[in-house]
């Protein structure tokens, strides 16, 4: 990626703790570049209305806007109909939306929902919440140890009693691509509807929810370089149709009397109340630039990055990577001799660089691989293979510093 691409995200110009910021936490969130954040200025300089309400100039303007990010999204997913994106606040929001509305009508106790060990907390929670509620339970699909999952105990798990497979695309921890499109094609044979946390993949390859097949999708518009406050479901019409509504509120109905509330139709029976009109412009924009980019050219840097990280870390004696899958995002999770993850990160932050250290918000992942938490690095379509440089020489004075 060239310079004039990174001369697009303002806040690369940092300097931290006197040194020149390497931002290495894209999985936690992105930066920003320049077209989002004026695109989001620009709406609140010039067009800034509550939408779906009033005829005024301005609140057209913003419905218009807002309307035009839908179309957007849609297309970015290569979803049928703009009916099946729902906007959100991000993937969380998603996840519960689909426990609770999907849940609440169709689980039962003593049914069955397949997670699995990889799963970010927030398709855990959710889950287990609707457990609580319904009796139904979770049932968790195993990994191997190199951070792939395990495929046949998934097959086994897969009974009558299941009523959903909720899945990550790709891991956040390990950075696994899991082979989704065969996942949904085994449950579907079942009859089993699938759900697909998508937070970690919009952003690093092409996503076509129709080719996949899956029946949800969800993911964050900030870790794909939008704003925070947003994010997408995904649901094929004929399920979304059928589901209950989430919250009630404005916006969201066709009829109220006292008696009774017809709701309106899709997208609007799931988005109550003000939306996040900002952060749907903001989205777009992204998209735009994603897609002025190119998809297989992120992945293709990205890939590069992983690849050249993988070989240099070989020279460093005791760092030991978490997550060995064959098929990867860039992202590397690692332990350094007995150092601990927070101390890594502290003495990197000293160097300029930005590493997440912690569980990642997946306690149970940290638990099958025995440790407490991990030091992550995840790469942007930013990143160099000279930054990668940097933190070697940063990571070789960690382990100076605890050799003492
Ligand atoms: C795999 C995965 N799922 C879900 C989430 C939750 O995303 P958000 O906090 O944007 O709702 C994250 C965030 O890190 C994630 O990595």
Same mark, same amino acid.
């Given at each position: 990626?060239?310079?004039?691409?990174?001369?697009?995200?303002?806040?690369?110009?940092?300097?931290?703790?006197?040194?020149?910021?390497?931002?290495?936490?894209?999985?936690?969130?992105?930066?920003?570049?320049?077209?989002?954040?004026?695109?989001?200025?620009?709406?609140?300089?010039?067009?800034?209305?509550?939408?779906?309400?009033?005829?005024?100039?301005?609140?057209?303007?913003?419905?218009?806007?807002?309307?035009?990010?839908?179309?957007?999204?849609?297309?970015?997913?290569?979803?049928?109909?703009?009916?099946?994106?729902?906007?959100?606040?991000?993937?969380?929001?998603?996840?519960?939306?689909?426990?609770?509305?999907?849940?609440?009508?169709?689980?039962?106790?003593?049914?069955?929902?397949?997670?699995?060990?990889?799963?970010?907390?927030?398709?855990?929670?959710?889950?287990?919440?609707?457990?609580?509620?319904?009796?139904?339970?979770?049932?968790?699909?195993?990994?191997?140890?190199?951070?792939?999952?395990?495929?046949?105990?998934?097959?086994?798990?897969?009974?009558?009693?299941?009523?959903?497979?909720?899945?990550?695309?790709?891991?956040?921890?390990?950075?696994?691509?899991?082979?989704?499109?065969?996942?949904?094609?085994?449950?579907?044979?079942?009859?089993?509807?699938?759900?697909?946390?998508?937070?970690?993949?919009?952003?690093?390859?092409?996503?076509?929810?129709?080719?996949?097949?899956?029946?949800?999708?969800?993911?964050?518009?900030?870790?794909?370089?939008?704003?925070?406050? *947003?994010?997408? +479901?995904?649901?094929?019409? $004929?399920? %979304? =149709?059928?589901?209950?509504?989430?919250?009630?509120?404005? #916006?969201? /109905?066709?009829?109220?009397?006292?008696?009774?509330?017809?709701?309106?139709?899709?997208?609007?029976?799931?988005?109550?109340?003000?939306?996040?009109?900002?952060?749907?412009?903001?989205?777009?924009?992204?998209?735009?630039?994603?897609?002025?980019?190119?998809?297989?050219?992120?992945?293709?840097?990205?890939?590069?990055?992983?690849?050249?990280?993988?070989?240099?870390?070989?020279? *460093?004696?005791? +760092?030991?990577?978490?997550? $060995?899958? %064959? =098929?990867?995002?860039?992202?590397?999770?690692?332990?350094? #001799?007995? /150092?601990?993850?927070?101390?890594?990160?502290?003495?990197?932050?000293?160097?300029?660089?930005?590493?997440?250290?912690?569980?990642?918000?997946?306690?149970?992942?940290?638990?099958?691989?025995?440790?407490?938490?991990?030091?992550?690095?995840?790469?942007?379509?930013?990143?160099?293979?000279?930054?990668?440089?940097?933190?070697?020489?940063?990571?070789?004075?960690?382990?100076?510093?605890?050799?003492?």
């Amino acid at each position: 990626m060239n310079t004039e691409l990174r001369k697009q995200f303002p806040i690369l110009q940092e300097q931290i703790n006197g040194k020149p910021l390497i931002y290495f936490d894209n999985a936690a969130t992105t930066q920003k570049p320049l077209c989002v954040i004026e695109a989001m200025d620009r709406f609140y300089f010039h067009d800034n209305a509550n939408i779906h309400r009033s005829v005024h100039t301005l609140a057209q303007r913003a419905t218009e806007s807002y309307d035009q990010a839908r179309e957007k999204t849609r297309s970015f997913i290569n979803a049928k109909k703009v009916s099946e994106i729902i906007f959100v606040r991000g993937t969380t929001e998603a996840i519960n939306l689909v426990a609770q509305s999907y849940g609440r009508k169709n689980f039962h106790a003593g049914d069955e929902i397949v997670i699995s060990t990889m799963e970010h907390h927030s398709n855990i929670v959710p889950w287990q919440l609707i457990c609580e509620q319904t009796g139904a339970k979770l049932q968790v699909v195993k990994i191997h140890e190199n951070g792939e999952l395990d495929l046949d105990h998934y097959e086994k798990l897969l009974n009558k009693r299941t009523k959903i497979v909720a899945i990550t695309h790709v891991s956040n921890t390990l950075g696994t691509i899991n082979p989704i499109k065969k996942i949904i094609a085994i449950a579907h044979a079942h009859n089993i509807p699938v759900l697909i946390d998508g937070a970690q993949a919009v952003s690093h390859m092409q996503v076509d929810v129709q080719n996949l097949d899956c029946d949800f999708y969800a993911f964050s518009a900030h870790k794909m370089y939008g704003p925070t406050g *947003i994010g997408v +479901l995904y649901g094929k019409e $004929n399920l %979304l =149709d059928s589901m209950p509504p989430y919250q009630g509120g404005g #916006d969201m /109905i066709s009829k109220v009397t006292f008696a009774k509330t017809e709701y309106a139709d899709l997208p609007q029976k799931f988005e109550a109340g003000t939306q996040n009109i900002a952060g749907a412009v903001g989205l777009a924009v992204a998209i735009d630039f994603l897609n002025s980019i190119g998809m297989d050219e992120i992945s293709k840097h990205e890939h590069d990055l992983l690849k050249y990280l993988n070989k240099i870390s070989l020279e *460093i004696n005791g +760092l030991k990577i978490i997550g $060995n899958a %064959l =098929d990867k995002v860039g992202v590397v999770s690692f332990v350094l #001799d007995k /150092i601990h993850p927070h101390d890594v990160a502290t003495i990197l932050d000293t160097e300029g660089v930005a590493v997440r250290a912690g569980h990642h918000c997946t306690m149970p992942l940290m638990d099958f691989y025995g440790v407490p938490a991990t030091t992550r690095v995840s790469f942007g379509l930013y990143n160099t293979e000279e930054e990668i440089d940097i933190f070697v020489t940063a990571i070789n004075k960690v382990k100076k510093i605890f050799a003492r």
